[in-house]
């Protein structure tokens, strides 16, 4: 089993910033693979950005270039900076972890059997 809290949500306005991070428990052999998706209302559940274990990261189109994941090996600990947000970007984000490697650590939430509770994004224009 593993452990996954968000924290850093909040509201800035269209153009700001936010970081958001995970906690995860103890556990690496289930946090090989992380990431980071989000889910507005009356919509599916979207993925954002993975990260793998060599640090090799993904993103959704959605993402590149405002957005960045990373990951403190040393705390387990998973976060994205998020930049330029835009209305679009309203979302309750989701910390996700599970053991994937390579082509399988990807922006599918299909792949993932851990989540945390969410931390809710709100972009005001």
């Known amino acids: 089993q593993v452990q996954l809290v968000e924290s850093g949500g909040g509201s800035v306005q269209t153009g700001g910033s936010l970081r958001l991070s995970c906690e995860a428990s103890d556990n690496p052999y289930s946090t090989i693979c992380m990431g980071w998706f989000r889910q507005a209302p009356g919509r599916e559940r979207e993925g954002v950005a993975t990260?793998?274990?060599?640090?090799?990261?993904k993103y959704a189109d959605s993402a590149k270039g405002r957005f960045s994941i990373s990951k403190d090996h040393a705390k387990n600990a998973l976060y994205l900076q998020m930049n330029s947000l835009e209305p679009g970007d309203m979302a309750m984000y989701y910390c996700a972890a599970d053991h994937l490697y390579g082509p399988h650590c990807t922006v599918d939430a299909d792949n993932f059997d851990y989540w945390g509770q969410g931390t809710q994004v709100t972009v005001s224009s």
């Open positions: 990260i793998d274990s060599d640090g090799v990261t």
